[in-house]
């Protein structure tokens, strides 16, 4: 299934859910980033549960340190 990362369309076997898309697809430790899935804000603990559509398009925001 296709799926869109950050403006980038991915190929991925199905199912996935969004921590294998980050540590498998992604190469992503969950810290410091904030998910959407199709513009809908993901808590961490969802992460493991939900599990990606085709065509879903994903977020991803990483925290900076600035000021």
């Known amino acids: 299934?296709?799926?869109?990362v950050n403006h980038q369309t991915y190929s991925i076997a199905g199912p996935c859910s969004l921590v294998q898309l980050l540590t498998a697809v992604l190469q992503i430790s969950g810290s410091?980033?904030?998910v959407a899935v199709n513009q809908s804000v993901m808590s961490k603990s969802d992460w493991s549960v939900y599990h990606l559509q085709p065509g879903d398009q994903v977020m991803l925001i990483k925290a900076t340190q600035g000021g």
């Open 32 to 34: 410091g980033i904030a």
């Open 1 to 4: 299934m296709e799926i869109t």
